[in-house]
């Protein structure tokens, strides 16, 4: 007996329940246990009627306990968490037990056999519920402000978005301006707005946000901290000197974008004269004076060679398998531009697959109707470029949409549309313990339920360092980070699940096993009593339990599923002697 | 009917613990019992958060107490708390089956499959074969007594 | 004015053999029920040996069939066939 | 044998009868369609156009002739490209030029 | 949740970035309110069967999401309810009005056990499986459905049961006979009324003329078929319904004036709730006028009988020969109610010359004594009917089966004009009776014994103002020589006696809603109150004033709109417009069979086989879908159906809308070349995910021409994308990947199956996507680029694909697949707009009818309208990790948007007034 007050109620759900279970036997069987003060049967537990005699039975017998037996515990821990608090219980003393959807309806063929598993399994239900804690949510106070790593488009307007949502954010730019590539850009598909403009628009709103902080040649440093506080240790160069300066955070957004592939020499003919990368023609056809010219001289004729640095053969030493998304739709766009300027442009496409997803279709229409020339490349047998004598270069392929046929193209020009590649941020990977995939780019912890998250708490990813993506889209994840961090912070505190792991700090020898265990860092070393002992960081921990398991003295437990709780399961499972 | 029930008694009907995930595999054997599918009733069911926190010692505590096998219903890659949780779930898998091994007990007591949210058919297939595999090893506490 | 009647009722079409609207065949399995389960009581069937049991469109019991299915009605055997057809059989159903 | 573009081919269809196969996005059903099976690809008959490809052009004559102008290739091309009309002036083209005449 | 409600944010649409809109709004801090259209939260997601590139199951990434949604403290969700308009207040705030669809389930009660489901009678096609397999009228959406509560699909009242006076549910019992369940069937007319087998008989069935298949061949037998549920139940044996025996009594006393259909019906209800029921009855034999008006041919003796039985049975005491001259008076005898429905019995008379010779008589004691079997003397006389109406032919009728030697009708209407109805009038004529139309009596003569009839043509019956009138060409006159003549002039009450107030045709006075007199505890029903009408109309009656007197014996409130508050009737070309081909059903033929001239009271209209009612029940064409047959109220355990339920109108403040309506999927028809819809083995790729998912409807992968496991696997791609012949020139970004998907997914379950994907690009564009791409190709996935032009079908139900084989020298090619998936595109959703009608300024959408966004490039999810966002799919074609990015977007935005408003507020409250 261990003092405890507890209430059962078996649930015959009309006859869902009752009419595979002997619901009424199941009640006579527990009524006797140790510490069941009522046990009954109700024929709908959910009802309002019921849940009002739950709540008066507690009052009246000063139940501390509550087990209720009925359907799955998808469908009403929520409902009977609730009657327990109404009733004056914690929430976290009930336990629900499925003899619906695990018992009575799995067993409609064996009544005797569902009548003695209920028995089971209330049984274990409430030696489990025997052996609860009162718990409470976890309250932690947030910090409302957020640290954005990268002062490119996304991490502009994943500044301003946070400004917006009444928070305080410091934003870190490594050089000396902010804008990043984009600022770098003439007219953007799709609507022709010029990369210099929109970050301009964006920089002056956020130098003019008091909100917002900005750091230019400045670097994240060091991190530390749990859920929704965060210290952060940025440094500042200021030509030789160095100032470091140390603030708060809820959060940080990680926004560092990234690099263009760089061909190797001799990669399509890279290093030849004339043969040069989209981002450098990008450059060249924005800042054309009315005539598209190289060097100098006119150009008539160019040629795109595409998937330059993606959809590489993975058999290639650190090949790019990716697709690199964006550089389809900027050829074409760039084909675009580049015909809107005087003289009569001969453009060809050598593609492999046209990859214009989406209304960026339109585009590729566009382009195709104002002179550009698309041809399709076998994907084994790259397009071969040479320079001519004459000084011209000449790329030659064959075209899968011509049948066999082996085409030449003379051109003034030789475009590498070449793609994005992963940016060499190994500083900030070590600072902040951010998960790189296999392609370089930072991970996310789900790419469809947690798309902004990492592994580590509070650390948010956006933009083009988790994956090519446009610019449009890099400022929607942008806002997306913002939107995950008004989440955790906008309310100055947070909620957690209190079932979360615990130490015995009289049983932990400190090996270090469950910290190495833990994704989450949610496990710390911390003296006590002159012992070295681990302890749960509550606010860190996810609740998974996997360090469970690994402590060679059985010092850590998951509290709703301890080792006792689960022993005491399988011993309720296991003691019934069904008549 | 007497007679049946007595037949019945002395078949052995292999007692299987089952543990599985609240999100992902709980739901999944849920739906076997909304679709009405059938498996033993000796099949019992104790929900965790995620696999990669059994203890090995319950597997074997299981058997002591008088199950005859134990399976894990793990998430495999939909687990929403750790990305190496079916690794983690393997080994858990590995260390319960020396321990059993360590107390002469089987290691095909202990069995480990990914069952989905939608998983229903699957996970009664599974018990229906696993009661079957069971059966031809006979009840675990021969070993222990 | 006989025109206008006419053009009234527009929706009125004489079907195309083969092309009963997905309503309409719908609509029979609880007609069909009946007939296919008796068909069903001599032993499992495929579906195209249960069309030429009732005499009626191989796809429109296969609506049938797929719906006593999901109402549990009936079920199917595992194993396929070599023509590659699932058998389905009747089984006992729960509450009736 | 490789071929050197030539954009000069289309140009002067272009302007000399309104010659546009610019949209086709090479997906072939116009070459699938046509009901009279293998005989007329136009696709393939129009990048040769657009790819300056004046000896292959030429050596589909009968082929460009033999087209029934049905239309069925147009009304099914996703992507507007008005084949009939093309075929026409591929044919105006022939005739004034002397392509294939006399060859065959 | 009624009158308005305030919220920061409303969510329209519950799909994945409605979803996490809401969370994230919610998580913020922010009072949510989502509205979903269908009856769970989960959009399209939750029916895929994995998603790329990961290949997750999707039903275990969206439930979790799906079940935090609808338990999010600070998120109300309202599924299966709509969003009519959304109108601006003018200061960045907004006001939607929103209507809640009846879900016809007691949501608190239900506990999604599927009963009702099982036990529905009505299928329909399963939307969410993609039409593939069938759903019942009442329905869980599917098996992970949040919440998981049942609800019942209606669309209102079916015509038929519209139509029915007595308010039996004609489609309900139609239903039942379908499913087989006559004696369900028999059950549900009579919670209506015990005249099962006298209305299958009997009964004109207004119902039938109703009939949506009227519309088509012709209506269903409704009358017959409830007549064939009579036959197979009374043919049973069944009379009377042994457990009703068992009501509680509950104290009270009813006295019932008058055994007719009024009477009966109004005894049944009222014993039900436990009345003791005591029905005075002043002719020899219990029945009124089915008794004694209706001749048996057309109904017979035992059938009333066996109707009448269902009433004693509950205990209901019928006395006969009592006359009852003082209603009021039956209080002293201890009634604390009485309902008087004494019909109308008295015959009118013709007032002309030569009515009191012996030998005139009236066609109402006339039938009476045939049908009690007294001697009439007829045999060899000359009979002349005077009258057009049913009442008539049903005289002359019975009289030409005693052996008249002749039998004339003289009808004042012309043929078309007559009311009795056209089939009796053909039936009569079929007989051998000489219809006089258009003509009337003038006098009778005779010397004291009747002789002849002088008849003169009329002219005209009634009167500009519609009340009768006849007027007579005095010229033209004839005369029959007749021994007997039979006046159907029509009936009244015979009411002088009862001390009640009465009108000028003698009816009773009473409240037309509640049937209650001037005299409290007296009610009135039937034709005494109304004048002749059908017997439906008198069983209506009765019902109502059973339960009126309850009401009043309980001393609640008699207020007229609680009785039989039904839905609207569903909308004839609606239901017509559901389907784009109807299957020619003749209606079956009468079996009615006309003698010349007949000698006995044989009924003439034989009895249903089992397999002409379900023939007959199966052109039913479930106009309001549900039918009423109250299966699903008979097993819910919980006691959770509630028909009764209405729709809610609701309003709601809110300070940002985020529009989450997701897209449409190319409808594959409108691509004619590829067959879908009519080459059973092409299906689109909604149905391949579902058919791949595991909650699949077919539980493996087959072809739904026939059910065979596919060999050979056809993808065509780009259908409904990139195609200016059905105007959609995007690319649809979502078909490439989910092909993919899928063709890994059958490569997994069909390994021996080929898989061939047709294809122009593969966009493959997205983190991991372009290698998941090339792992299917690594798999043995066939790629062929070449857009596929047509297809045909063989015999076999295998397609024959055409396309230029493009990368291989650009051959032409066919080749033969056993099942089509057509990649299908998107397209924006409809009605988005609309929502917003009435502003000042419109909702703007993109060239492509998207919602549009006014700076994609710095503010993706802004609209034109100020605090109007647009989440995911619904501003262009996305997939899911987009989809949530966006919605991520749009939720900072609308966040911002309130977090500037209470700034605002705030600076407005402290400035000094």
């Known amino acids: 007996m261990s003092g405890r007050r507890i209430g059962v109620y078996v649930c015959q759900c009309g006859g869902n329940i009752g009419d595979y279970v002997d619901v009424d036997k199941v009640v006579e069987e527990i009524k006797g246990d140790d510490d069941v003060v009522i046990a009954r049967s109700a024929m709908f537990t959910c009802s309002d009627a019921t849940q009002q005699e739950i709540v008066q039975d507690a009052q009246e017998q000063g139940l501390d306990a509550l087990v209720v037996a009925s359907c799955s515990p998808k469908l009403h821990t929520v409902t009977f968490r609730d009657v327990a608090k109404r009733a004056g219980m914690n929430p976290f003393q009930y336990t629900q037990v499925n003899v619906r959807e695990q018992c009575s309806w799995t067993h409609t063929d064996d009544k005797t056999g569902a009548t003695e598993k209920a028995t089971r399994l209330v049984r274990a239900g409430i030696n489990r519920t025997r052996l609860t804690e009162p718990l409470e949510p976890i309250v932690v106070e947030t910090t409302p402000k957020s640290l954005v790593v990268g002062g490119g488009i996304a991490g502009l307007r994943a500044a301003l978005g946070l400004a917006e949502l009444g928070l305080t954010v410091f934003l870190v730019e490594k050089e000396a301006r902010l804008g990043g590539h984009v600022a770098g850009y003439g007219p953007m598909f799709p609507n022709d707005r010029k990369g210099s403009d929109l970050v301009a628009t964006l920089e002056e709103k956020v130098r003019a946000n008091p909100a917002i902080t900005v750091f230019t040649n400045a670097e994240l440093m060091a991190k530390s901290g749990s859920f929704g506080n965060n210290q952060a240790t940025i440094a500042i160069h200021d030509g030789d000197k160095l100032e470091t300066i140390q603030v708060d955070v809820g959060s940080i957004v990680v926004a560092t974008g990234f690099d263009d592939y760089e061909p190797a020499a001799g990669e399509f003919g890279y290093g030849l004269d004339g043969v040069v990368t989209l981002p450098e023609f990008k450059k060249m056809v924005d800042e054309a004076p009315g005539l598209l010219q190289y060097k100098g001289r006119p150009v008539k004729t160019v040629a795109y060679i595409y998937c330059v640095g993606s959809r590489q053969d993975e058999s290639l030493e650190g090949a790019h398998t990716y697709c690199s998304r964006y550089c389809c739709t900027s050829a074409v766009h760039t084909a675009l531009e580049a015909q809107k300027l005087a003289g009569d442009l001969r453009q060809y496409h050598l593609y492999r697959d046209m990859r214009t997803y989406g209304k960026y279709e339109l585009l590729w229409n566009a382009s195709r109707e104002s002179g550009s020339l698309y041809l399709r490349v076998p994907d084994d047998e790259p397009p071969a470029v040479e320079k001519l004598s004459s000084g011209g270069l000449k790329v030659t392929t064959r075209d899968l949409l011509t049948g066999e046929e082996e085409i030449a193209i003379p051109a003034d020009l030789v475009v590498l549309v070449t793609g994005m590649v992963p940016r060499d941020n190994a500083e900030l990977v070590s600072v902040l313990k951010l998960p790189v995939g296999n392609d370089g780019f930072y991970n996310e912890i789900h790419p469809k339920l947690r798309p902004v998250e990492t592994i580590v708490d509070g650390v948010l990813i956006c933009g083009a360092c988790q994956a090519p993506k446009t610019s449009s889209e890099a400022v929607a994840a942008g806002l997306a980070a913002v939107t995950q961090s008004g989440a955790m912070l906008k309310r100055g505190y947070a909620e957690l699940d209190p079932m979360v792991a615990t130490v015995y700090a009289d049983l932990c020898t400190w090996c270090g096993k469950c910290r190495a265990a833990c994704p989450y860092d949610a496990i710390e070393q911390v003296e006590l009593d002159g012992r070295q002992v681990a302890q749960v960081v509550k606010t860190a921990c996810k609740g998974c339990g996997g360090c469970v398991p690994v402590c060679p003295e059985d010092a850590t437990d998951l509290l709703g599923y301890t080792d006792a709780q689960i022993k005491s399961m399988i011993d309720g499972m296991m003691e019934v002697s069904c008549s | 009917m007497a007679e049946d029930a007595t037949r019945e008694d002395q078949a052995f009907h292999p007692r299987i613990l089952v543990f599985s995930t609240n999100n992902i595999s709980d739901p999944g054997i849920d739906l076997a019992g909304s679709s009405h599918l059938h498996y033993s009733p000796n099949v019992m069911v104790i929900s965790l958060p995620c696999t990669s926190g059994i203890k090995p010692s319950w597997v074997l505590y299981a058997m002591q107490r008088g199950f005859d096998g134990v399976f894990i219903a793990a998430d495999g890659e939909e687990c929403a708390y750790l990305p190496d949780c079916a690794e983690r779930t393997a080994g858990i898998m590995t260390s319960a089956q020396a321990l059993l091994e360590e107390h002469g007990l089987e290691p095909q007591r202990v069995r480990m499959a990914a069952v989905c949210s939608v998983c229903a058919e699957p996970f009664t297939n599974y018990m229906h074969e696993y009661s079957k595999s069971l059966a031809g090893l006979g009840p675990s506490r021969k070993a222990t007594a | 004015m006989t025109q206008a009647t006419e053009t009234r009722r527009p929706v009125i079409r004489d079907a195309v053999p083969g092309r009963r609207d997905v309503r309409e065949v719908v609509r029979d399995e609880q007609v069909m029920r009946r007939r296919i389960l008796e068909v069903l009581a001599g032993g499992p069937m495929t579906v195209p040996e249960i069309a030429a049991a009732v005499e009626r469109p191989t796809h429109e019991v296969m609506f049938w069939v797929m719906g006593l299915r999901k109402y549990g009605w009936v079920a199917e055997i595992k194993e396929v066939d070599d023509d590659g057809y699932y058998r389905y059989q009747v089984v006992e159903r729960e509450g009736s | 044998m490789t071929a050197l573009v030539n954009p000069g081919l289309a140009d002067e269809l272009a302007r000399s009868d309104g010659f546009d196969a610019d949209a086709c996005m090479n997906c072939g059903v116009c070459s699938a369609i046509c009901p009279m099976g293998v005989d007329v690809e136009v696709r393939r008959l129009f990048r040769y156009v657009l790819l300056g490809m004046e000896d292959k052009v030429r050596a589909e004559t009968e082929r460009v002739f033999s087209c029934l102008l049905c239309r069925m290739c147009e009304e099914n091309c996703p992507a507007g490209v008005h084949i009939a009309e093309n075929v026409r002036t591929l044919r105006h083209h022939i005739v004034r030029t002397g392509f294939g005449l006399g060859e065959g | ?913």
Not at chain 5, 328 to 356: C, I, N, S, W, Y
Not at chain 5, 546 to 568: H, K, N, S, T
Not at chain 5, 704 to 722: E, H
Request: overall charge negative; hydrophobic content about 40%.
């Open chain 5, 1 to 913: 949740m009624k009158g308005t409600t305030k919220y920061d944010a409303l969510v329209v649409g519950s799909g994945i970035g409605g979803m996490e809109s809401a969370l994230k709004l919610g998580d913020m801090g922010y009072k949510v309110l989502v509205v979903e259209k269908d009856a769970s939260v989960g959009g399209k997601m939750i029916l895929l069967s994995k998603v790329f590139p990961t290949l997750d199951c999707a039903s275990c990434i969206s439930t979790p999401k799906m079940a935090a949604t609808i338990h999010h403290p600070n998120i109300d969700v309202l599924t299966y309810a709509e969003v009519d308009g959304i109108r601006a207040n003018g200061d960045g705030t907004y006001r939607a009005r929103i209507t809640q669809r009846p879900k016809f389930i007691d949501e608190a009660a239900c506990t999604g056990c599927r009963q009702c489901e099982m036990a529905c009678n009505v299928a329909v096609p399963d939307e969410f499986n993609a039409d593939l397999v069938s759903r019942r009228a009442a329905y869980i959406a599917f098996p992970q459905a949040v919440p998981k509560k049942a609800v019942i699909d209606r669309a209102g009242i079916s015509p038929c049961t519209g139509a029915c006076p007595a308010g039996i549910k004609a489609h309900g019992y139609v239903a039942r006979v379908r499913s087989g369940e006559y004696e369900q069937a028999f059950d549900l007319v009579l919670e209506a009324t015990p005249l099962v087998g006298s209305l299958g008989r009997a009964c004109y069935a207004p119902c039938e003329s109703e009939c949506t298949r009227g519309e088509l061949e012709g209506p269903l037998p409704i009358r017959r078929l409830k007549r064939f549920i009579a036959d197979a139940h009374y043919g049973r044996g069944r009379d009377g319904d042994p457990e009703a025996v068992a009501i509680e009594q509950n104290g009270k006393k009813v006295a019932v004036v008058g055994s007719g259909p009024a009477g009966l019906t109004a005894a049944l209800q009222l014993a039900r709730k436990g009345y003791g029921v005591t029905i005075l009855e002043a002719a020899e034999q219990a029945g009124g006028m089915l008794r004694l008006g209706i001749p048996a041919y057309r109904l017979p003796n035992e059938v009333i009988d066996h109707d009448i039985s269902n009433v004693t049975a509950l205990g209901v005491e019928i006395r006969t020969g009592v006359r009852v001259d003082d209603p009021a008076g039956l209080k002293d005898d201890g009634f604390d109610a009485v309902l008087v429905a004494t019909g109308t019995h008295k015959a009118v008379r013709l007032r002309v010359p030569g009515e009191e010779l012996d030998g005139v008589r009236s066609a109402l004691t006339f039938l009476a004594d045939v049908k009690l079997g007294k001697d009439v003397g007829l045999s060899g006389k000359k009979v002349l009917v005077v009258g057009g109406g049913n009442v008539a032919i049903d005289a002359a009728r019975s009289a030409r089966r005693l052996g008249a030697a002749s039998v004339d009708q003289v009808s004042l209407e012309c043929c078309e004009e007559m009311p009795a109805h056209d089939f009796e009038v053909e039936e009569a004529r079929a007989e051998g009776i000489t219809l006089h139309d258009g003509w009337g009596i003038d006098h009778f003569e005779g010397d004291g014994r009747l002789q002849a009839a002088e008849i003169k043509v009329c002219t005209c019956v009634f009167d500009p103002d519609g009340r009768f009138h006849p007027e007579y060409d005095e010229t033209q006159r004839d005369i029959i020589a007749c021994d007997v003549v039979i006046v159907a002039a029509g009936m009244r009450a015979d009411t002088e006696t009862f001390g009640l107030e009465t009108n000028g045709d003698h009816t009773l006075v009473a409240d037309p809603g509640t049937l209650q007199t001037a005299v409290p505890h007296i009610f009135a029903a039937g034709d005494v109150v109304t004048g002749p009408t059908m017997i439906t109309t008198a069983v209506g009656q009765g019902r109502r004033a059973a339960f009126m007197i309850d009401r009043y014996l309980q001393g609640q409130v008699l207020d007229p709109g609680l009785f039989d508050e039904p839905l609207p009737v569903v909308d004839k070309d609606t239901v017509l417009a559901r389907q784009q081909v109807y299957d020619r059903r003749e209606p079956l033929e009468s079996n009615a069979v006309m003698r010349a001239a007949p000698t006995d009271f044989e009924e003439t209209e034989g009895p249903m086989t089992e397999d002409e009612a379900f023939l007959g029940a199966a052109r039913c064409l479930d106009c309001g879908v549900c039918s009423e047959c109250h299966a699903c109220v008979d097993v819910c355990p919980a006691d959770a159906i509630k028909l009764d339920d209405r729709p809610v109108a609701i309003e709601a403040e809110v300070g940002t809308v985020v529009l989450a309506t997701g897209f449409n999927l190319f409808p594959a028809d409108a691509k004619p070349q590829y067959g879908y819809g009519r080459f059973k083995n092409v299906i689109t790729g909604m149905q391949m995910d579902r058919l791949l998912a595991p909650t699949r409807p077919y539980n493996a992968v087959l072809r739904p021409s026939d059910g065979k496991v596919p060999d050979n696997i056809a993808y065509i791609m780009c259908t409904g994308s990139r195609d200016e012949t059905v105007d959609n020139p995007l690319c649809s970004k979502i078909c490439c990947m989910y092909s993919v998907k899928q063709n890994q997914l059958i490569m997994g379950a069909l390994p021996l199956a080929d898989v061939t994907v047709y294809y122009i690009d593969v966009r493959s564009v997205g983190k991991g996507y372009d290698e998941f791409y090339q792992q299917a190709r690594d798999m043995g996935c066939n790629f062929v680029k070449g857009r596929v032009s047509g297809i045909t079908e063989t015999e076999e139900g295998n397609l024959t694909l055409r396309y230029e084989d493009i990368e291989n020298g650009g051959a032409l090619a066919e080749a033969e697949h056993d099942l089509v998936v057509l990649a299908v595109g998107v397209q924006p959703s409809r009605g988005v707009a609309e929502l917003f009608a009435g502003n000042g300024d419109a909702l703007a959408l993109d060239d492509h009818y998207y919602v549009g966004e006014v700076d994609e490039d710095l503010d993706p999810g802004r609209t034109n309208l100020p605090g109007v966002f647009v989440a995911g799919a619904a501003a262009g074609a996305k997939d899911i990790p987009d989809s949530i990015l966006h919605a991520g977007a749009a939720v900072a935005q609308a966040a911002a948007h309130l977090e500037r408003a209470r700034v605002a507020d705030e600076a407005k409250a402290k400035v000094p007034s």
